[in-house]
């Protein structure tokens, strides 16, 4: 029999590989456990996941349907591409059509049935198969067949105590809400399952499960987001930084622009986070990609998630300014990947960038966090969400790079959709600015944790040749602001920019 073992709790696996690492390895095994939730939430998927995994194992199961005929749960089975060999169904509504004295009724309710005429079923099926999991699917039609809730409790006890004496792992399938009142089947249960379904204004359906008890073993609580595809559920455990420590990491990566390194304080340090914040077209997305040709040229490697365009036009803006990545990018050692909002769930993109970082990439790109905060149900978890997220990048030694666009161009109008500039370790400030009838671009450092920076504002270009960094801007008052000042001597002065260290600042 596959186990995992927990101390001296064998386990039986979920067959669904999130939702073990959540419960620790899967559910203890010779116990009853209830899995609630909405019609079309998946618990049939899971309930098949559960036999199938067993009769991989050499594990014979059963499947009790009082819901579903069999013909519908081998179509279930089909969509995706599973066989059910292995798995033995029990169809009563077939039992409880033989038991009828006319066998001219093809349709008729469950509640004309007695209780005891359908547990024999099951039961004579369960001495002859000797299953080690059974399914029960749904008890809300067990419910109406008992008629009063006393004798549907013994009903329920009465099966726990057979099962249990039978080496059985039994899963439970009901409705959210159908086991208020007299019906408290939780307490019955060695463990209950609760499955959630979302409705978001625009988009696709979010689903979450939580795992409400599981009894004398630790779980991780809350809720876990999880998505039902071609091949059944995919569940993806809440990201806890804690669960993932490493060792201190002290490595730096330089841009390749000594001006820029400079403004940096001598460049970005590895387990940090770095927040690009400025209006749109300002430049952020192009400094990301600078430290993204910087780590390649170093030999590290690099994923990007971009939110708000293709990875084309990412990687083609690049190629613009003459970083050449699409060698990297076909080698495999970065990888670019573009993620919609409306469609991914919060905690999958977590799980997608938890398999890049363990895929060796040294530095993540999320471009933007604006597009991170429209994939949040709830804008007020968001900072718990990107918290964990950095903490565990953190503690992995990768430097993580976070795009923020601030809503406005110029003035002093800018705001940010929401602040997270004081989860980051370092943050970079991307401005406009009007200087003699032309509109330029300024970068400077506001905040690092780590270490020291320049306290100037120094100004910003991109051209064909690439990304550059000017002097400080020492002629100018309010770049930052948008109320600009010029304190020059005379207009040529600003032509200082293009000569000396101020070369590279001409495009």
């Known amino acids: 029999m596959a186990t995992h073992a927990y101390k001296d709790f064998p386990r039986a696996s979920t067959g669904v590989q999130g939702l073990d690492?959540?419960?620790?390895?899967?559910?203890?095994?010779?116990?009853?456990?209830?899995?609630?939730?909405?019609?079309?939430?998946?618990?049939?998927?899971?309930?098949?996941?559960?036999?199938?995994?067993?009769?991989?194992?050499?594990?014979?199961?059963?499947?009790?349907?009082?819901?579903?005929?069999?013909?519908?749960?081998?179509d279930v089975a089909a969509s995706h591409g599973w066989s059910l060999d292995g798995v033995t169904i029990c169809e009563l509504?077939?039992?409880?059509?033989?038991?009828?004295?006319?066998?001219?009724?093809?349709?008729?309710h469950p509640s004309e049935v007695e209780l005891s005429e359908t547990t024999r079923a099951v039961l004579d099926t369960v001495e002859r198969v000797r299953p080690l999991r059974v399914v029960f699917d749904s008890l809300s039609e067990m419910r109406l067949l008992a008629r009063d809730s006393l004798r549907y409790r013994r009903q329920i006890l009465a099966l726990k105590h057979y099962f249990t004496?039978?080496?059985?792992?039994?899963?439970?399938?009901?409705?959210?809400?159908?086991?208020?009142?007299?019906?408290?089947?939780?307490?019955?249960?060695?463990?209950?399952?609760?499955?959630?379904?979302?409705?978001?204004?625009?988009?696709?359906?979010?689903?979450?499960?939580?795992?409400?008890?599981?009894?004398?073993?630790?779980?991780?609580d809350g809720y876990h987001d999880y998505a039902i595809r071609t091949g059944g559920l995919q569940v993806f455990p809440r990201l806890v930084a804690a669960d993932h420590p490493r060792g201190v990491v002290t490595e730096t990566l330089e841009s390749g622009l000594p001006e820029l390194d400079a403004l940096m304080g001598g460049g970005?340090?590895?387990?940090?986070?770095?927040?690009?914040?400025?209006?749109?077209?300002?430049?952020?997305?192009?400094?990301?990609?600078?430290?993204?040709?910087a780590a390649m040229h170093q030999g590290e490697r690099a994923a990007v998630y971009t939110f708000d365009e293709s990875p084309e036009s990412w990687l083609s803006r690049a190629e613009r300014l003459g970083l050449g990545l699409r060698q990297p990018l076909a080698e495999e050692r970065m990888s670019i990947r573009q993620v919609d909002p409306a469609e991914?769930?919060?905690?999958?993109?977590?799980?997608?960038?938890?398999?890049?970082?363990?895929?060796?990439?040294?530095?993540?790109?999320?471009?933007?966090?604006?597009?991170?905060?429209?994939?949040?149900?709830?804008?007020?978890?968001?900072?718990?969400?990107?918290?964990?997220?950095?903490?565990?990048?953190?503690?992995?030694?990768?430097?993580?790079?976070?795009?923020?666009a601030q809503a406005g161009i110029l003035g002093e109008t800018l705001e940010s959709p929401v602040d997270l500039s004081y989860l980051a370790d370092t943050v970079v400030l991307l401005r406009y600015f009007e200087a003699f009838g032309e509109v330029r671009k300024a970068v400077s450092v506001v905040k690092r944790r780590t270490g020291d920076h320049e306290r100037?504002?120094?100004?910003?270009?991109?051209?064909?040749?690439?990304?550059?960094?000017?002097?400080?801007?020492?002629?100018?008052?309010?770049?930052?602001?948008?109320?600009?000042?010029?304190r020059g001597e005379s207009e040529p002065l600003l032509g200082g920019l293009e000569g000396g260290a101020g070369e590279a600042a001409s495009a």
């Open 344 to 404: 991914l769930a919060p905690g999958e993109f977590a799980q997608q960038v938890r398999r890049g970082v363990e895929a060796g990439a040294r530095l993540v790109v999320i471009d933007s966090l604006n597009g991170y905060q429209h994939a949040m149900p709830e804008e007020r978890f968001l900072v718990l969400h990107l918290h964990e997220l950095f903490s565990y990048l953190n503690q992995q030694g990768v430097l993580t790079l976070l795009v923020m």
């Open 456 to 486: 100037n504002v120094r100004e910003l270009r991109t051209a064909h040749d690439g990304v550059k960094v000017g002097r400080e801007l020492r002629e100018f008052q309010g770049v930052l602001t948008g109320r600009l000042e010029y």
């Open 268 to 293: 970005l340090e590895h387990g940090t986070s770095v927040m690009l914040l400025g209006p749109s077209g300002v430049g952020k997305s192009t400094l990301a990609a600078q430290y993204v040709a």
């Open 21 to 74: 690492d959540i419960l620790g390895g899967g559910f203890p095994i010779n116990r009853m456990y209830l899995v609630e939730g909405d019609p079309g939430a998946g618990k049939t998927t899971l309930a098949l996941q559960f036999l199938l995994a067993g009769a991989r194992a050499g594990e014979p199961g059963v499947y009790a349907t009082l819901s579903e005929t069999e013909e519908e749960l081998r």
């Open 165 to 220: 004496g039978q080496s059985c792992t039994v899963l439970l399938l009901d409705y959210t809400g159908a086991t208020t009142g007299d019906f408290q089947l939780q307490s019955l249960t060695h463990g209950v399952v609760g499955f959630e379904q979302l409705a978001p204004g625009y988009g696709a359906q979010r689903r979450r499960l939580r795992v409400q008890k599981v009894r004398g073993i630790p779980f991780r």
């Open 93 to 108: 509504q077939t039992a409880e059509e033989s038991l009828k004295a006319d066998s001219q009724y093809t349709l008729f």
